[in-house]
């Protein structure tokens, strides 16, 4: 099973980042599908089924404790950063409201991750909602125009109230996401 660990971003959220969609139709973007916009905590790979009891249980100890808090996205940016000036190969919307309490709840699960016997993550923890990549071989035009026109404009805002465990199954036309368990703050 290829694994990861995401907060799930609401619908009415959604709807607002897929204008992003339309008002930048460059087919260099491989854009994400829509229901598949998320935040994404830990990517944890192919994961052997023996392992999610062990992680489950430390995901219920961090996450009963943890408050709901608000979270939300307003902006774009590419990766790699503009400051590298390198071709952006990923685009994706800021988290905004809640950045602090989201880097302190990825921070946690990274750690009972790595207990559990998941890798460690290399990059450090940037809160963000993927909406598209770079096909390979493309050059995506315009990019820094369209970070500017959406500077500081809001997404919009919702409750973080759980952590889901999903599965992703690649296939010809992308990724399917399917929950595989949830673990509510609180």
């Excluded at 907060?7 to 229901?35: F, G, Y």
């Excluded at 993550?121 to 770079?134: K, S």
């Excluded at 390979?136 to 805002?157: C, E």
Aim: with cysteine; charged share 30%.
């Amino acid at each position: 099973m290829r694994l990861f660990l995401a907060i799930e971003i609401p619908d009415s959220v959604r709807d607002h980042l897929t204008v992003v969609q339309h008002e930048l139709a460059d087919e260099a973007w491989r854009w994400a599908k829509r229901d598949n916009i998320h935040l994404t905590l830990k990517f944890l790979g192919e994961t052997d089924p023996n392992q999610i009891l062990p992680l489950s249980e430390a995901l219920e100890a961090i996450t009963t404790r943890r408050h709901i808090f608000e979270l939300s996205l307003s902006g774009l940016n590419h990766l790699p950063p503009p400051e590298k000036n390198q071709q952006p190969k990923v685009l994706y919307a800021e988290v905004d409201r809640g950045r602090r309490e989201l880097a302190t709840l990825a921070e946690e699960v990274e750690e009972a991750a790595v207990e559990t016997g998941f890798r460690e993550e290399r990059h450090r923890f940037r809160g963000h909602a993927t909406l598209a990549r770079v096909r390979r071989g493309k050059r995506p035009q315009g990019t820094a125009l369209l970070l500017d026109r959406w500077a500081g404009r809001s997404f919009g805002s919702w409750l973080c109230e759980e952590v889901v465990l999903m599965e992703s199954v690649l296939g010809r036309y992308g990724p399917t996401y399917t929950t595989v368990a949830r673990f509510p703050l609180g």
